[in-house]
């Protein structure tokens, strides 16, 4: 796999993680409406806490696993228990069953990308680490850009959620062969091991990446929040059927395919991460603390507000992972391990948001909650070093 020409391996992680994502994306938002089918509201949020749980034990055990293994072989052993674990949710009838396959699934689901973050990596050079981290998560944007639709259309205005967790199995077969076909000779650097508290420490001592991951824990929350209750409340307050909701989410996700690449450009070339990302928060925490004064029933008005928001979370997230992909390298799994827990972490986080909220709001105005959180994140954002 060394020999092969740079550009090409990029080009080519960037194709496996676009089928990754969609795989991933065409049931995301309608997770919760499936599990609310054998699960009342409080309890859909339960599964979604114990699933970032068991995604935060993982990753903690993830990069010694893959040090004794290898990346390669670690990440074709996840993405059978993948294809093992759907096929399960495809075919479960218990509701305890089909919480445990959902548990076990949003793990995996994590561990698979943190293997193609390794990928990538290794072959990324600091100097365009913003082109290339711009152009992967455009890729993988796509997938979250034409994967509501796709859900959508195999929901078919109906309750036949199964229909996207089928279509999502069927993606992992070519993710794959992908990998396999491109990656069984990938050779591994010479991992960094660090336990757990070693690691905290080691976080902790570097300023710059404790804001960051201050900063992404934030951002991780609004996307964790968004996609588990968004799409309820479009649907269940607003009174939008499925495929309005498809509609307003494909304008919402319009600005990761549009301004991710060349937002990455700009920090390679001309400016630091630091002004842009504060830029994104301000936007985004702005533009969410507009919803709940949306009362309209127009599609057009919903996807307009909802890109808004989007617009500003781009420009957040694709500047902190330029960053930290310029400051740390493939040797660093345990250090990239811990930045992805911030994932499964604001999985954890978004549900008690809520029932905190709604101790003392009603549910449209926690969108007012959610865009004072945004704002947080300019703190962090601010303390950071500019790379520049």
């Not at 279509?167 to 794959?176: E, I, T, Y």
């Not at 905290?200 to 964790?224: D, E, G, M």
């Not at 600005?255 to 990302?277: S, W």
């Not at 449209?364 to 962090?380: E, K, Y």
Request: glycine letters at 6%; charged letters at 10%.
């Amino acid at each position: 796999m060394n020999s092969v020409p740079r550009s090409h391996t990029i080009y080519t992680i960037a194709v496996i993680g676009f089928i990754y994502t969609l795989h991933m994306v065409l049931p995301m938002y309608s997770n919760s409406s499936f599990l609310s089918l054998f699960a009342d509201e409080k309890t859909v949020g339960f599964i979604y806490m114990a699933s970032a749980a068991v995604s935060i034990f993982f990753f903690l055990f993830a990069s010694s696993i893959i040090r004794r293994f290898g990346n390669y072989a670690t990440s074709i052993t996840l993405v059978c228990i993948q294809i093992v674990l759907f096929y399960g949710l495809v075919t479960a009838q218990s509701s305890t069953t089909i919480a445990i396959l959902f548990i076990l699934q949003s793990a995996v689901v994590s561990l698979i990308s943190l293997t193609l973050d390794i990928f990538l990596e290794k072959y990324t050079d600091g100097g365009h680490a913003g082109t290339i981290r711009g152009l992967y998560t455009t890729t993988l944007n796509a997938s979250w850009l034409i994967g509501p639709m796709i859900g959508s259309m195999l929901i078919n205005g109906m309750d036949n959620y199964r229909n996207t967790y089928i279509a999502a199995l069927a993606m992992l077969f070519p993710l794959l062969y992908l990998i396999h076909k491109n990656f069984p000779r990938f050779k591994d650097p010479n991992y960094i091991h660090l336990s757990p508290w070693q690691l905290v420490k080691h976080i902790s001592s570097n300023k710059n990446w404790s804001c960051l991951f201050f900063a992404n824990i934030i951002l991780q929350t609004f996307y964790a929040w968004m996609v588990i209750y968004s799409p309820i409340y479009l649907n269940t307050v607003i009174g939008f059927g499925w495929s309005d909701i498809a509609i307003i989410l494909t304008i919402m996700l319009i600005p990761f395919v549009v301004v991710q690449y060349p937002l990455g450009k700009l920090a390679d070339r001309k400016y630091g991460e630091k002004e842009i990302m504060v830029i994104g928060f301000i936007i985004m925490g702005v533009a969410t603390m507009v919803l709940p004064f949306i009362t309209s029933h127009n599609v057009a008005i919903w996807g307009i507000a909802l890109f808004l928001t989007r617009v500003g979370a781009a420009a957040a997230e694709i500047m902190m992972e330029t960053y930290f992909f310029k400051t740390v390298s493939s040797r660093d799994s345990a250090v990239l391990g811990l930045f992805r827990i911030t994932r499964p972490l604001s999985n954890f986080i978004a549900p008690l948001v809520t029932g905190f909220g709604l101790i003392f709001m009603s549910h449209n105005f926690l969108f007012i909650l959610i865009g004072i959180i945004s704002l947080v994140g300019i703190i962090p954002a601010m303390m950071i070093k500019d790379t520049k």
